[in-house]
């Protein structure tokens, strides 16, 4: 079955704004305004053999977060786009082609993610331990690739150790959306000449959650 679908790249591009939007508000506020999309967004890293876009993330309700967030960055009603998530999602759609360029970083990718599949045997996808490996996966494999996201926020917060964990992690999370969302055929100049098309699909995808 084939997922080269607007509902399939609907699904992938929010996960990528629901992953930047975390960023955002961890970075600026300290705090996860959202445990259910963060867990989500989580856990996404390592499912790698879901028999659907969807399945990845565990339904439309763990995506709930990312389409609102789709329909006030692309809906021109709404006036309210945020451009710290339009900055980080540019910045995952980067290092994306970065990453799908480099074969031997893609295989290594994979041997880490495994390890962290089997860390969950012993702890949850939010625990400081498994937060910690995701934060070096992304330092040691991808944000190596370039050009690096900057991440704006308080200093109070982004110094701490623990929130620089769940960024990267988030990060990394939003770079496995961009790399499905490119698999199944997203191509940036979409977002421009089939603007329309994606905010009803997101639309009628939020009725589902």
Not at 58 to 81: C, F, I, P
Not at 102 to 129: C, K, T
Request: hydrophobic share 40%; with cysteine.
């Amino acid at each position: 079955m084939s997922f080269h679908t607007l509902e399939s790249r609907s699904i992938a591009f929010a996960a990528m704004c629901q992953a930047a939007y975390l960023v955002d508000k961890i970075a600026s506020k300290g705090i996860c305004p959202d445990a259910v999309a963060f867990n989500a967004s989580l856990r996404s890293i390592v499912r790698t053999d879901s028999a659907s876009p969807i399945d990845i993330f565990g339904g439309h309700e763990s995506l709930k977060l990312g389409y609102q967030t789709v329909v006030t960055q692309l809906d021109n009603a709404s006036g309210n786009r945020n451009m710290q998530v339009t900055k980080y999602v540019a910045g995952l759609m980067a290092l994306e082609r970065k990453l799908s360029a480099n074969p031997g970083n893609l295989n290594l990718l994979g041997e880490r993610i495994n390890q962290v599949n089997r860390q969950l045997a012993h702890f949850e996808i939010d625990d400081s331990n498994v937060l910690s490996n995701l934060d070096s996966i992304y330092r040691d494999l991808i944000s190596t690739l370039g050009p690096r996201i900057q991440v704006n926020g308080n200093p109070a917060y982004l110094q701490q150790e623990h929130t620089q964990h769940k960024i990267r992690a988030l990060l990394l999370a939003g770079v496995r959306a961009a790399v499905l969302w490119r698999q199944i055929g997203g191509k940036r100049r979409q977002l421009l000449l089939s603007r329309k098309a994606m905010v009803h699909q997101t639309k009628q995808n939020l009725l589902r959650t």
